[in-house]
C-alpha cells in the first residue's frame, strides 16, 4: 500500500517562493497521476496541478507561478511555488491515482495528510 507525505509547507510573504515535497513509500500498481491539492479556510478543496508520464496540467489560478515535477529515482513528488499570493493560503495535500491527468479529486484514492501553506500580504 502506497504512503505519501508532505513536507516543505511555511509561512511567507507575498511575492516569495516555496517548494512542497511529497515522499512516496510503497508499491501502486496501475498509479497514472500525481497530484496537488489545496484547501483554504472555508473552501473546497481544489487541484492545482497533476503530471501523468511527463505530461503536466495546472490550475488557471497558478499557471506560470506553479510548477509540479517528480523525481522518479527519489520516489518523491515536488509543487514548485513562486510568485505566492495571500489566496494562495491553504493546507496542501498530495494524492495519487489510477486515472489520466485529472484535476478533479474523485479520480483520486490515495492522499497525504497535508501542509500548511500560509501567505501574507
Known amino acids: 500500500q502506497v504512503q505519501l507525505v508532505e513536507s516543505g509547507g511555511g509561512s511567507v510573504q507575498a511575492g516569495g517562493s516555496l517548494r512542497l515535497s511529497c515522499a512516496v513509500s510503497?508499491?501502486?500498481?496501475?498509479?497514472?497521476?500525481m497530484a496537488w491539492f489545496r484547501q483554504g479556510p472555508g473552501k473546497e478543496r481544489e487541484g492545482v496541478a497533476v503530471i501523468s508520464r511527463d505530461r503536466t496540467m495546472y490550475a488557471d489560478s497558478v499557471k506560470g507561478r506553479f510548477t509540479i515535477s517528480e523525481d522518479n529515482a527519489k520516489n518523491t513528488l515536488y509543487l514548485q511555488m513562486n510568485s505566492l499570493k495571500p489566496e494562495d493560503t491553504a493546507m496542501y495535500y498530495c494524492?495519487?491515482?489510477?486515472?489520466?491527468?485529472?484535476?478533479?479529486?474523485?479520480?483520486?484514492?490515495?492522499w497525504g495528510q497535508g501542509t500548511q501553506v500560509t501567505v501574507s500580504s
Open positions: 494524492a495519487a491515482g489510477p486515472y489520466y491527468l485529472y484535476l478533479d479529486e474523485r479520480f483520486y484514492n490515495c
Open positions: 510503497g508499491s501502486y500498481y496501475g498509479r497514472n497521476s
